[in-house]
């Protein structure tokens, strides 16, 4: 195909097209294998600062970390002409947590959020503290995007793509969302969709502590 283009662009334009499936089909791969090693995982959980395998709790400083977080979007958010918000409250209780886990979670859920806002919509990452027994804390993900009621149990199946989605311009493996919804059990934690009047939320809520 490359030794056919007629110009320069267009062998540009084929480079990029290949490019873009090599990548698609790794991201698959890992993804699949992930999604194996998830659900085949079963092991205990410790409230330790550092375990190998398979978690490792570490006390987390929210705000600065948080802030880290969404750093990498940026870009991505001024790129699609989206508005971003992040609220957070003054102050937030120490989480103990896998960060690398939790990291994963709020990421997949940030660029889902990105993939299925429009141009001038708006992405909020909010989280709150929610004291009474068990004590948790709440991340909400939310961005102007509609999912049909009865959608709403499908979002975390594997392969699961919006309804009306072109998958080939939102990218991704289908994954994302399944993927979430595994490593929410891993930390002992909780996950909850909502969508109506144009906007979706997706709220994770995190214990205190993971016994």
């Known amino acids: 195909m490359l030794r056919l ?11 990029d097209i290949l490019e873009e499936q090599s990548l698609r089909e790794s991201n698959l791969i890992n993804d699949l294998l992930e999604f194996q ?5 079963s092991c205990a959980i410790a409230l330790q600062p550092l375990r190998l395998h398979p978690i490792a709790l570490q ?6 970390w948080l802030l880290e977080l969404v750093q990498p979007f940026q870009a991505q958010f001024i790129n699609r ?3 971003f918000i992040l609220d957070l409250p003054e102050t937030l209780p120490t989480l103990f947590s896998d960060i690398m886990i939790l ?13 299925y806002t429009v141009p001038g919509g708006k992405i909020c990452l909010s989280v709150t503290y929610e004291p009474t027994e068990p004590a948790a804390v709440i991340f909400q993900v939310g961005n102007h995007a509609q999912i049909p009621q009865e959608e709403l149990t499908k979002v975390f199946d594997k ?3 919006c309804p009306n989605a ?6 991704g493996t289908g994954l994302g969302l399944a993927l979430v919804h595994n490593l929410v059990k ?9 969508s109506q009047n144009e906007w979706t939320t997706f709220t994770v809520k995190h214990p205190m502590r993971i016994e």
């Open 166 to 171: 072109d998958p080939w311009s939102q990218g």
């Open 59 to 64: 006390p987390l400083r929210l705000q600065e």
């Open 103 to 115: 990291q994963r979670i709020l990421f997949e859920l940030l660029n889902n959020a990105c993939k």
């Open 37 to 41: 090693r998830l659900e085949g995982a």
């Open 159 to 161: 392969f699961y793509r």
């Open 186 to 194: 891993q930390l002992q934690a909780a996950i909850a969709v909502n």
């Open 5 to 15: 283009a007629p110009t320069e662009e267009k062998r540009n334009r084929y480079l």
């Open 81 to 83: 002409e989206q508005t």
